[in-house]
């Protein structure tokens, strides 16, 4: 995606959840509680009532809206491929036409769009239930109704009928998917039963309380999917996948990446970077297959989480903006928009990811934390002429929580925190955790925001203020911002600490807690710690003498390291960064070495220095291993 500076604008919206979290709840009387909570199963009603009506066995029914939406109504939203509800039915060219919103796929994709069935359930719901399409998109009751309606109408025509054995539905939820490909409706069928089987409770982003009980003896029709004559791909040589997703090899253009060998090589593989596509699935792929349109490892489409290899993982794929970072991550592009308030990334595309990067994790040996699963935005600049300009996707509406619990390797706990010198992992929570951005048109290229507007929804991070206050101004990152005063706008990444990201307490004061971040002490509304878990067994660093620690973007090699021949990479700090002394900061368990990689001669060059990657503000830097200690 394209970065653009935010220009300056002070906000005094705090997260909408925090009251609640900080005890207020408790006062509410006991009838109006039993109504909230009445309130809060009333979606649970509505799918067994749909169920029911359309002979649908609820396991089945709350299983595949588990997969579509993570049950979410989602404020009748579409998400990025064009789907609205719980359950997800789809009505791409009608939103497009409607709304002018040919730019999220490229008007040249109009006519295949409204030839393909399967971006149109909605309509074909409509029909079924005799309900207006407008209905489907915004009462959550009636799009529940017919999806279950669509999903009756896909058994009668694969078995019949509507059997009470909920294993006999395997086609229909195959069906469901979406998917014209056999291998991508077969891992969603398959992600539905095994959830059938496992079972799933989930209070949802609007508070709502669905429980599917586990059904550990249903057994899926798995030979049904043979009906639907769906087509099989070919897996391409080269296509590096778990077995369980659909996934195929389309090369990028030979100047979107380097041919390497990583990590046989010596060039370590330690990260993996999340991105978004800002773009169509096929835009993004069309725009890696042209030379210096840039690459990614992989590209997600949302609508059923088919997986598009286009670089070999050996190879480096020219995606993080930052070399030295290309040299040892994975990238993965995720068709969305970061800034898009009218979209939602959907739960298929969670779900591939995180197989993929699980996948990729145990392969490589990465570690699953947020020091080495990365958005885009925690990327450093490599210089300090570049850290102003770094992208900001995936953005504060990729749901870091939700995506480290399918990574399983969950990043809260129990909430609080800890005392002056330990440290903490930002746990906001996302559902509750409703945060105000300013979006403006140059932010969001779908073309849905002709103007700047201040919208409120669930994010991902928290704001920083300069001071224990409502009224201090939002923190701003020296690169962005010199005069230190922040904004809301949403690509602002310099004010916020996201899910996931861990720091130093460096105070408390009331409600409120500072931690230490780009190199200053910044406050934000923490009380009783709802918006934090206090973190153990991690490794902390500070300053091993009197004077600032010098912070860096990129890991290389000391000049007079390289042999005669080959041309240094440039190795200086970050003018605007440092760590002062007294200050701490989360760091990597162990410091790795610097190296550089050049292509042509397939030469490595690694050098005699260690480095820590810490989180040192929304972004990770590098610090070398004999300037600070660690504790």
């Not at 604008?9 to 909408?16: K, N, W």
């Not at 659909?246 to 010596?266: I, K």
């Not at 978004?276 to 997600?300: C, L, M, R, W």
Request: hydrophobic share 35%; net charge neutral.
């Amino acid at each position: 995606m394209h970065e653009r500076k935010p220009r300056r604008r002070l906000s005094l919206t705090l997260a909408a959840g925090v009251l609640a979290a900080a005890g207020v709840a408790a006062t509410t009387p006991p009838a109006q509680a039993a109504g909230h909570r009445a309130a809060a199963d009333s979606r649970q009603h509505t799918f067994e009532q749909a169920a029911a009506e359309y002979g649908v066995p609820l396991p089945v029914l709350l299983a595949v809206a588990y997969h579509e939406s993570a049950w979410d109504a989602h404020a009748g939203e579409h998400s990025t491929s064009g789907g609205y509800g719980p359950m997800h039915l789809t009505d791409v060219t009608a939103r497009m036409l409607a709304t002018g919103d040919a730019g999220a796929v490229g008007r040249a994709d109009l006519a295949k769009l409204a030839s393909a069935p399967s971006l149109h359930t909605l309509r074909a719901a409509a029909r079924l239930t005799g309900l207006p399409a407008r209905r489907l998109r915004a009462d959550e009751a009636a799009n529940i109704r017919a999806g279950a309606a669509l999903l009756a109408s896909y058994a009668k025509g694969t078995v019949g009928g509507t059997p009470k054995d909920p294993g006999k539905w395997y086609a229909a939820v195959a069906r469901y998917s979406g998917s014209s490909e056999e291998r991508a409706a077969r891992a969603f069928a398959d992600r539905v039963f095994a959830t059938i089987e496992k079972g799933a409770h989930e209070t949802t982003r609007d508070g709502q309380h669905i429980n599917l009980p586990p059904s550990p003896g249903v057994r899926p029709a798995t030979s049904q999917l043979s009906v639907l004559r769906l087509r099989k791909t070919a897996t391409a040589d080269g296509t590096e996948c778990p077995a369980t997703i659909d996934c195929a090899f389309l090369p990028a253009a030979v100047a979107g990446g380097q041919v390497s060998n990583r990590p046989a090589n010596g060039i370590r593989i330690d990260s993996i970077v999340i991105h978004d596509t800002e773009s169509s699935y096929d835009a993004a792929i069309n725009t890696f297959q042209k030379p210096g349109g840039g690459s990614a490892h992989y590209v997600i489409r949302s609508s059923d989480g088919a997986v598009t290899q286009m670089v070999p993982t050996k190879d480096i794929s020219f995606q993080a903006g930052n070399y030295s970072t290309n040299l040892h991550s994975i990238g993965i592009e995720h068709e969305g928009y970061a800034a898009a308030g009218g979209t939602w990334y959907t739960e298929a595309e969670y779900e591939t990811s995180a197989e993929l990067v699980r996948y990729l994790a145990d392969r490589f040996g990465i570690p699953l934390d947020r020091q080495h699963i990365l958005g885009h935005d925690n990327v450093p600049g490599p210089n300090s002429a570049t850290v102003s300009g770094m992208h900001w996707d995936p953005g504060p509406s990729w749901d870091w929580e939700r995506f480290m619990r399918l990574l399983h390797a969950p990043v809260g706990g129990r909430h609080g925190v800890g005392p002056v010198g330990s440290a903490v992992t930002i746990t906001p929570g996302y559902t509750r955790n409703q945060q105000t951005v300013q979006v403006c048109p140059s932010d969001d290229p779908t073309g849905a925001t002709p103007e700047c507007t201040e919208r409120t929804q669930a994010s991902n991070f928290v704001y920083l203020r300069t001071a224990p206050s409502a009224t201090a101004p939002l923190f701003g990152d020296q690169a962005v911002h010199p005069d230190g005063i922040g904004s809301d706008r949403v690509n602002d990444w310099g004010s916020t600490a996201a899910a996931g990201q861990q720091f130093v307490v460096a105070d408390r004061q009331g409600d409120w807690t500072a931690i230490w971040y780009g190199g200053t002490k910044v406050w934000f509304l923490n009380p009783h710690g709802c918006n934090t878990t206090p973190a153990h067994d991690v490794t902390v660093v500070g300053a091993a003498g009197t004077s600032p620690v010098a912070v860096y973007g990129s890991s290389y090699p000391d000049a007079n390291e390289y042999p005669a021949g080959l041309s240094p990479s440039t190795q200086t700090p970050l003018s605007m960064y440092s760590v002062p002394a007294g200050q701490a900061y989360v760091a990597t368990a162990a410091p790795a070495p610097t190296d550089d990689y050049f292509p042509s001669t397939g030469r490595v060059v690694t050098g005699g220095k260690n480095m820590y990657t810490i989180q040192y503000n929304h972004r990770t830097a590098l610090v070398y291993s004999s300037d600070v200690t660690a504790r």
